[in-house]
């Protein structure tokens, strides 16, 4: 096992590796032919905007923000290879009489304006020098005193329709999922809530179809007993012709419920408090029946998902970040885990280990694995931001850095715009959202994914571009611009279902296929009451696949 410093890594051999690797396969053989310009390393302190294709036009810079009677945040749509901008505001259109001046980074900043003015903005490149500016914008802050940031966001934010969803009642929810419990033909919803209860909803109108406690054998009158942690259930279905089932925590360890029915198959007692899993193919034998399960000890067991018999364990050096994931090469089969002191250690199914590697820097994220066909590339969070890593000898790529914040939850990737590139998705600390080109390039971040754990993906706006949804702590869940991160979808809560004090709990959206052209967005509500779903706009079209 070797220990590696960051500061080591060069991002000049993540972007070869990367558009390699995640390319698709006729983009991939193109390149084969025709190299392609190196791209610029991104600064720590000014991210690059993620390049435009060549055969795109430059959109002009147009505000899609909301005011509010002394503020207004101004958006605009960047421009290929530009980290840095300068902003103007003024009280005339010719910018005589110039307000506000200053060079920023990224493509959204807030300005502080007098209330009962007409103002203009216009943004320029300032790379080196100033560039050319866009085209001038009035900006009116002639509005009444009652004028509310929402009320002017609803003309530019688009809503899901009043009359599609449902809402549960099962107490607290994080992390719904959805999965075909009773065939192929039907979504359902798992969820577990903070007691550790499992519910199997109905996706279309969330009634309940089976429950299971986590002491299954208590008696009436016996006091709860929470879990340490909130195990997220893990579905199972070994080969195309054999019925779903899903494994759920209990106070003994785990147990197979029947997908359609809830009917206990199968439990397995654990030393010690499961906390997470994931279920893979680990023998290549075609069946997804080996069960990697990570516990409180911390150990790593590995457990026949058909049977509940143990094939291995061993403990861990040291705290698993998150759920294993399968880690599968041409070389060796096995999962890869994160721990909080800056080791990646991949183990095989029987519990010897494959590859490990230690960083100076904690890692704050599990790792997304992702293949392609020139191998694999392993994408981690950490306290400086994103480590990129060969995946077959886990030598560091390169890294994005996310000066001040860091990444956390769960990274997710999606080609939002289809250009056979993907974009790696990552919540932050702060509060925001954070997307990356699998070259190493900041395509845009936002604010307002305050408890976001993980992102889904759909095309909201019906522009063919997938956008990026998350649970927020502004609002029930939001969505924003695939192309540039402006806020486009937004889903408020009750009054009465206002958000608990405390911690920020950090919630999971899933979707759910309703049939008839609906979509459904499923979480856990704001109030910790229950499960929610809400219906995307009507414009909106099919989701996509993480």
Not at 11 to 38: D, G, I, V
Not at 240 to 266: C, P, Q, Y
Not at 307 to 328: M, N, Q
Not at 379 to 405: Q, R
Request: net charge neutral; aromatic share 6%; hydrophobic share 40%.
């Amino acid at each position: 096992m070797n220990t590696i410093p960051l500061r080591t890594t060069s991002l000049c051999l993540l972007a070869c590796l990367s558009l390699a690797l995640l390319t698709m396969e006729r983009a991939h053989a193109q390149r084969r032919t025709q190299a392609k310009p190196a791209q610029p390393k991104p600064s720590p302190s000014q991210p690059a905007v993620k390049p435009a294709a060549p055969h795109k036009s430059v959109p002009q810079a147009q505000q899609t923000a909301a005011q509010t009677a002394k503020k207004i945040a101004i958006r605009w749509r960047g421009r290929p290879d530009v980290q840095r901008y300068r902003l103007q505001v003024a009280r005339d259109r010719d910018f005589r009489d110039i307000v506000f001046d200053r060079a920023v980074v990224g493509l959204e900043y807030q300005v502080e304006l007098p209330a009962g003015d007409a103002f203009f903005w216009r943004v320029a490149p300032a790379a080196q020098e100033t560039g050319e500016f866009s085209a001038p914008e009035p900006v009116n802050l002639n509005q009444s005193a009652s004028t509310t940031t929402n009320a002017n966001v609803s003309s530019a934010v688009l809503r899901s329709p009043v009359d599609v969803g449902w809402q549960s009642f099962t107490g607290a929810v994080l992390r719904p999922q959805s999965a075909p419990l009773r065939g192929a033909n039907t979504m359902d919803v798992v969820a577990v809530n903070t007691d550790g209860t499992v519910f199997a909803l109905d996706g279309v109108n969330g009634s309940a179809l089976w429950t299971a406690r986590y002491k299954p054998n208590a008696r009436r009158g016996d006091a709860p007993a929470p879990p340490s942690a909130i195990f997220t259930p893990v579905f199972v279905r070994p080969t195309a012709n054999d019925k779903m089932s899903v494994v759920v925590a209990f106070d003994g360890g785990v147990r197979a419920l029947e997908g359609e029915t809830g009917r206990e198959l199968w439990r397995a007692s654990l030393p010690s408090a499961a906390q997470s899993a994931m279920v893979a193919d680990l023998d290549d034998d075609n069946v997804t029946a080996e069960l990697a399960l990570v516990t409180d000890e911390p150990a790593l067991h590995f457990v026949d998902a058909r049977t509940g018999k143990e094939i291995s364990h061993l403990k861990l050096d040291g705290t698993a970040i998150g759920a294993p994931v399968p880690y599968i090469t041409s070389a060796t089969r096995g999962v890869a885990l994160s721990l909080t002191d800056g080791l990646l250690d991949i183990r095989r199914m029987d519990g010897t280990r494959y590859r490990a590697v230690k960083f100076d820097v904690p890692f704050t994220t599990p790792p997304l694995i992702i293949s392609g066909p020139s191998g694999a590339l392993i994408v981690v969070g950490t306290e400086h931001g994103l480590l990129y890593l060969d995946g077959l000898n886990l030598k560091p790529l390169g890294k994005v850095s996310t000066p001040g914040d860091m990444p956390r939850g769960r990274l997710a990737a999606a080609d939002l715009d289809h250009d056979n590139v993907l974009e790696i998705v990552a919540p932050l600390k702060s509060g925001g959202i954070v997307v990356v080109s699998a070259m190493g390039h900041i395509a845009w971040t936002a604010e307002g994914a305050g408890e976001a754990y993980s992102p889904v993906f759909a095309d909201v706006d019906g522009d063919g571009v997938l956008d990026v949804l998350v649970a927020s702590d502004r609002s029930f869940a939001v969505g924003f611009n695939g192309r540039n991160g402006a806020l486009i979808w937004q889903v408020d809560e009750p009054k009465a279902a206002a958000a608990t004090s405390g911690t920020p709990a950090l919630r999971a959206l899933t979707l759910i296929d309703a049939g008839a052209n609906r979509m459904l967005v499923v979480s856990g509500d704001q109030g910790r009451t229950g499960v929610r779903a809400v219906g995307l706009p009507n414009s909106s079209v099919k989701v996509a696949a993480q």
